[in-house]
């Protein structure tokens, strides 16, 4: 009688599932596939959600939210109502060709053992950026740093020695405390009760939902949501990067603009943007401005296909100029899944421009570098 095997047909299934994945996970990417699940090169999802890239010494690194655990509904104080995960803190990866990207670990973790911390679990991390200062040889990360009600709306900062850090926690603080934006009216200082920036004149502007930019010249700027989110403003950095420089401008005032993504062509600058509407999608703004503090003129909507007035069911958050390639950008979106937000995914798609010079976006299934049309 033939011997029966010690292996069972269903361990000889797993088996072979399990060495089909790590062969998988050695295979170089030839192409983005928005909206599909984007392995890391260890076979794991790709965790970096909200984020923005870094171009440095050849090598990109992409930074963004790790959000781990159970999805869960908040209530703090029956203020807001939202779903949430423990903030885990900025995750780091690292890539040379933009598809394959292998897991640094955590550039900065939150804070599980001190509840009063800036970045503990409870609170919020969200929209981390990292630039490079070439003058102190810092890598300087900002990010949204907010209470659970999102009551806070401060700014925090952090910097490091390499891009993949460890970095150091500053602290964080709400922009521009005792400063009036350059584009103030005698109007805008006044009625403290309803009017959040004479508000907040002395305390500093709230801020939320952000984005940093570093011009031609080195000289580095915050984007950010304020006055409640209803207006953004636009704040020039010193020069160290660490803090704001005291000059400051509203923009998009009144149009309640968040999820912004700047990047310059041709010598004027250019912003994706998003309304706010907590996690669900909503058509996408774009603008110009020739001065980098406006004034900004709109121009629209720049996604084309399907559930192009939902931004494919996506929210902006970076634009990527690939390097070495004159004119090739890359919108970088991500598809919320507000019920598992861990499961969240990545919409990135090729940003062209039309006839009359406005940012297009169009969808595509699959595509590649350089851009194939």
């Not at 030839?30 to 959600?49: K, L, V, Y």
């Not at 805008?188 to 984005?211: I, P, S, V, W, Y």
Request: with cysteine.
């Amino acid at each position: 009688m033939k011997k029966k095997s010690s292996l069972s047909f269903t361990a000889l299934v797993f088996t072979c599932l399990a060495s089909l994945k790590a062969l998988c996970a050695d295979e170089p990417h030839a192409n983005f596939r928005p909206g599909q699940i984007w392995n890391d090169t260890a076979g794991q999802p790709i965790n970096a959600h909200g984020g923005g890239i870094l171009f440095h010494a050849g090598v990109y690194y992409w930074y963004g939210e790790l959000k781990e655990g159970r999805t869960y509904l908040s209530q703090v104080n029956k203020t807001w109502g939202g779903t949430r995960v423990i903030a885990g803190g900025v995750s780091c990866y690292s890539s040379t060709n933009l598809y394959d990207w292998k897991n640094e670990g955590l550039a900065l973790p939150s804070v599980a053992e001190d509840p009063d911390h800036d970045l503990a679990c409870e609170n919020v991390i969200e929209r981390p950026k990292v630039i490079y200062n070439a003058r102190t040889k810092k890598f300087v990360m900002w990010l949204h740093q907010d209470s659970p009600n999102y009551a806070a709306a401060r700014s925090g900062v952090a910097v490091s020695d390499t891009p993949t850090g460890p970095f150091k926690y500053l602290g964080s603080f709400r922009p521009n405390a005792g400063v009036w934006p350059i584009n103030v009216t005698a109007k805008d200082k006044k009625h403290q009760e309803t009017n959040f920036l004479a508000r907040d004149f002395r305390g500093g502007q709230m801020a939320r939902d952000m984005t940093l930019f570093v011009d031609d010249d080195g000289k580095a700027y915050q984007f950010y949501a304020s006055e409640g989110n209803p207006t953004m403003q636009v704040s020039l950095l010193t020069d160290d990067y660490l803090k704001p420089a005291g000059k400051y401008a509203r923009i998009f005032i009144g149009r309640s603009t968040e999820a912004p993504a700047v990047f310059k062509r041709n010598g004027k600058y250019y912003m994706i943007a998003s309304g706010c509407s907590g996690w669900d999608p909503n058509t996408a703004r774009s603008a110009v401005a020739d001065n980098i503090f406006g004034p900004w003129t709109e121009l629209g909507n720049p996604c084309r296909g399907e559930n192009a007035d939902k931004t494919f069911l996506c929210q902006s958050t970076f634009v990527l100029p690939v390097a070495g390639q004159t004119n090739q950008l890359i919108a970088m979106f991500d598809r919320w899944n507000k019920w598992h937000l861990q499961d969240s995914r990545y919409v990135w798609l090729p940003l062209e421009f039309d006839m009359d010079g406005k940012p297009l976006v169009q969808w595509r299934d699959q595509w590649s570098l350089p851009l194939t049309k």
